[in-house]
T-cell receptor
Framework: SQKIEQNSEALNIQEGKTATLTCNYT??????LQWYRQDPGRGPVFLLL?????KEKRKERLKVTFDTTLKQSLFHITASQPADSATYLC????????????FGTGTRLQVFP | SAVISQKPSRDICQRGTSLTIQCQVD?????MFWYRQQPGQSLTLIAT?????????ESGFVIDKFPISRPNLTFSTLTVSNMSPEDSSIYLC??????????FGSGTRLTVV
């Protein structure tokens, strides 16, 4: 069956360190993968998109890698800040013939001062 | 990116009644989607709202229970019909295009009593 799995346990790190979140998928062949941030009581906010032919993408303190052989994406936040505390969701497109997004289980990140 | 206004933000409804949730986008978007999110859980796709034609529902969701309208490229509604306590959840709409990520409404927190 199709699955998109992220670290189910919360990730707790100290301010200034690099946070690394994992997204693994099975039985998908996505054309692209997206990462979103969600704060309590709010809708998800788009952060980054990486295509299947891209290995890495960066945006300010964020870096995403995409390994279609391992079927895995890593999401890094460098020099993390308490304001980065939120739930982070990865999402895959449902296939080449559709624009729908299927979301992973999400990982809650807590950055301590 | 587009901005989506979703309303109501929350409601408490009697079982057996129906609630219609509205999403207004400040610009034309190709795709719109409706999701459900249980507290502390990830997003589950209900359906793709197609402009000018019937919505495309995911497995486990049916039109009689969740009728959707999309009269134009900036507006969509989701109705939760004949509600039961199991329908208590957060409902989210999203819109956008494949290349640029999707924008989400702020969500509707529904409680059925």
């Amino acid at each position: 069956s199709q699955k998109i799995e992220q670290n189910s346990e919360a990730l707790n790190i100290q301010e200034g360190k690099t946070a690394t979140l994992t997204c693994n998928y099975t039985n998908y062949s996505p054309a692209y993968l997206q990462w979103y941030r969600q704060d309590p009581g709010r809708g998800p906010v788009f952060l980054l998109l990486i295509r299947e032919n891209e290995k890495e993408k960066r945006k300010e303190r964020l870096k995403v890698t995409f390994d279609t052989t391992l079927k895995q994406s890593l999401f890094h936040i460098t020099a993390s800040q308490p304001a980065d505390s939120a739930t982070y969701l990865c999402a895959l497109d449902g296939g080449m013939d559709t624009d729908k997004l299927i979301f992973g289980t999400g990982t809650r990140l807590q950055v301590f001062p | 990116s587009a901005v989506i206004s979703q309303k109501p933000s929350r409601d408490i409804c009697q079982r057996g009644t129906s609630l219609t949730i509205q999403c207004q986008v400040d610009s034309q978007v190709t795709m719109m989607f409706w999701y459900r999110q249980q507290p502390g859980q990830s997003l589950t796709l209900i359906a793709t709202a197609n402009q000018g034609s019937e919505a495309t529902y995911e497995s486990g969701f049916v039109i009689d229970k969740f009728p959707i309208s999309r009269p134009n490229l900036t507006f969509s509604t989701l109705t939760v019909s004949n509600m039961s306590p199991e329908d208590s959840s957060i409902y989210l709409c999203s819109g956008g295009g494949r290349a640029g990520g999707y924008t989400f409404g702020s969500g509707t927190r529904l409680t059925v009593v």
